[in-house]
């Protein structure tokens, strides 16, 4: 295969995942959050709402309800994420519509809806969002606010949606809005996790065996690893210091290692929210 014909392809299937993610987060809405009785944030809280007082259909007001959002992406975001936005809202509104009257489980509890819902809705999402779309709304907006300001888009969006359910707590009474917002939070958590992928660990080893760690690390774990030199504060002896980041998976192997080499190394173990490069997730 060509290198026209890899990239065509590459393209293809992202549409495909996308669409995918959008049929995901629909059949959460229907599925689960009308079920429950529940709305939600944004353009498709504000369709919830029509749909519960008015009968309007979600997915055809979510459609109409986007195209002013979907112009204020083609000015400010590139291209090739508003074909895909525009892609994934097309697929979105349809299935919405497809999906309606579906009941996958008979909910008796609005906590499993809520918690379920956001789940589902937050996977579909986050995947169509780690493909380069979005399903329009306030991910639209999230993905503008992210490009400049690198706030989180599931975080954007929780700010962003928890207005529109003042709205739900006048429409739909204190306690489903209640119910709503943990909704809301657990698909933003959910579409954090699914976009940018688990946390990666960035790894600190201050040890006097780093040559033996160093040729562990790269034959056992395939990670690379950056070696540093350092000095002791206190004895001003010299440190050898390195550098190396893992996934969660690897985290426990890495410390054994540690411990296996140098009983004696001190060891700093922090959070990288997110890491791009060989070996972890690149957009």
């Given at each position: 295969?060509?290198?026209?014909?890899?990239?065509?392809?590459?393209?293809?299937?992202?549409?495909?995942?996308?669409?995918?993610?959008?049929?995901?987060?629909?059949?959460?809405?229907?599925?689960?959050?009308?079920?429950?009785?529940?709305?939600?944030?944004?353009?498709?809280?504000?369709?919830?709402?029509?749909?519960?007082?008015?009968?309007?259909?979600?997915?055809?007001?979510?459609?109409?309800?986007?195209?002013?959002?979907?112009?204020?992406?083609?000015?400010?975001?590139?291209?090739?994420?508003?074909?895909?936005?525009?892609?994934?809202?097309?697929?979105?509104?349809?299935?919405?519509?497809?999906?309606?009257?579906?009941?996958?489980?008979?909910?008796?509890?609005?906590?499993?809806?809520?918690?379920?819902?956001?789940?589902?809705?937050?996977?579909g999402s986050g995947f169509v969002f780690r493909l380069g779309g979005s399903l329009g709304g306030t991910d639209?907006?999230?993905?503008?606010?992210?490009?400049?300001?690198?706030?989180?888009?599931?975080?954007?969006?929780?700010?962003?949606?928890?207005?529109?359910?003042?709205?739900?707590?006048?429409?739909?009474?204190?306690?489903?809005?209640?119910?709503?917002?943990?909704?809301?939070?657990?698909?933003?958590?959910?579409?954090?996790?699914?976009?940018?992928?688990?946390?990666?660990?960035?790894?600190?080893?201050?040890?006097?065996?780093?040559?033996?760690?160093?040729?562990?690390?790269?034959?056992?774990?395939?990670?690379?690893?950056?070696?540093?030199?350092?000095?002791?504060?206190?004895?001003?002896?010299?440190?050898?210091?390195?550098?190396?980041?893992?996934?969660?998976?690897?985290?426990?192997?890495?410390?054994?290692?540690?411990?296996?080499?140098?009983?004696?190394?001190?060891?700093?173990?922090?959070?990288?929210?997110?890491?791009?490069?060989?070996?972890?997730?690149?957009?």
């Amino acid at each position: 295969m060509n290198l026209q014909k890899w990239k065509l392809a590459k393209r293809i299937g992202k549409f495909l995942g996308i669409a995918l993610g959008a049929v995901i987060a629909a059949y959460s809405v229907q599925g689960f959050i009308v079920q429950a009785g529940l709305g939600g944030g944004g353009i498709g809280g504000i369709a919830l709402l029509l749909f519960y007082t008015l009968g309007f259909p979600i997915g055809i007001v979510n459609f109409i309800l986007n195209i002013p959002l979907f112009a204020l992406g083609w000015k400010e975001v590139n291209r090739n994420f508003v074909a895909k936005t525009f892609f994934g809202i097309i697929v979105y509104s349809l299935a919405l519509d497809f999906f309606k009257g579906i009941q996958p489980l008979q909910l008796n509890d609005v906590f499993l809806g809520a918690l379920y819902g956001g789940v589902l809705g937050g996977v579909g999402s986050g995947f169509v969002f780690r493909l380069g779309g979005s399903l329009g709304g306030t991910d639209i907006i999230a993905k503008i606010i992210q490009r400049r300001f690198g706030w989180a888009m599931g975080t954007t969006m929780l700010m962003i949606n928890a207005l529109i359910i003042l709205a739900s707590w006048a429409i739909l009474g204190p306690k489903i809005a209640l119910y709503t917002l943990v909704s809301m939070f657990t698909y933003s958590r959910t579409v954090d996790v699914i976009a940018s992928g688990l946390p990666a660990k960035s790894v600190t080893i201050i040890s006097n065996q780093s040559d033996q760690l160093i040729q562990r690390i790269l034959r056992e774990l395939g990670r690379g690893v950056t070696f540093l030199h350092g000095q002791g504060g206190y004895s001003s002896a010299e440190k050898n210091v390195i550098i190396c980041v893992v996934n969660i998976a690897e985290l426990g192997h890495l410390k054994r290692i540690v411990r296996e080499e140098d009983p004696h190394s001190f060891i700093i173990v922090q959070t990288a929210s997110e890491v791009v490069g060989e070996g972890f997730a690149v957009e």
